[in-house]
Nanobody
Framework: QVQLVESGGGLVQPGGSLRLSCAAS????????MGWYRQAPGKQRELVAV???????TYAESAKGRFTISRDNAKNTVYLQMNSLKPEDTAVYYC????????WGQGTQVTVSS
């Protein structure tokens, strides 16, 4: 059974930075995809960034140039470095793993406000 544990959310002022982490536990072999989605109040969950095991990344347009996704394969951990945060980035951020099935973390709140 795969489990995802997120950390790093919080309250930050506009223009600030946060780093989210997501550690995957359980037996995983072979290729997989890890990444981040977010859901703001009253909106659908949307992709922020994903990273494939071969290194290819996909970013939402809103994240390009400000967010960076990275991964430590030895630790089965994915990171999301978020810079130049804006109030519209406020959402619950969910870690995502595709390994045969879809797996989701419990979510971590990111609030960007002065």
């Amino acid at each position: 059974q795969v489990q995802l544990v997120e950390s790093g959310g919080g309250l930050v002022q506009p223009g600030g930075s946060l780093r989210l982490s997501c550690a995957a536990s359980g037996s995983m072999f072979g290729t997989n995809v890890m990444g981040w989605y977010r859901q703001a109040p009253g909106k659908q969950r949307e992709l922020v960034a994903v990273l494939r095991s071969g290194g290819r990344t996909t970013y939402a347009e809103s994240a390009k140039g400000r967010f960076t996704i990275s991964r430590d394969n030895a630790k089965n951990t994915v990171y999301l470095q978020m810079n130049s945060l804006k109030p519209e980035d406020t959402a619950v951020y969910y870690c995502y793993l595709l390994y045969i099935y879809d797996y989701w973390g419990q979510g971590t709140q990111v609030t960007v406000s002065s």
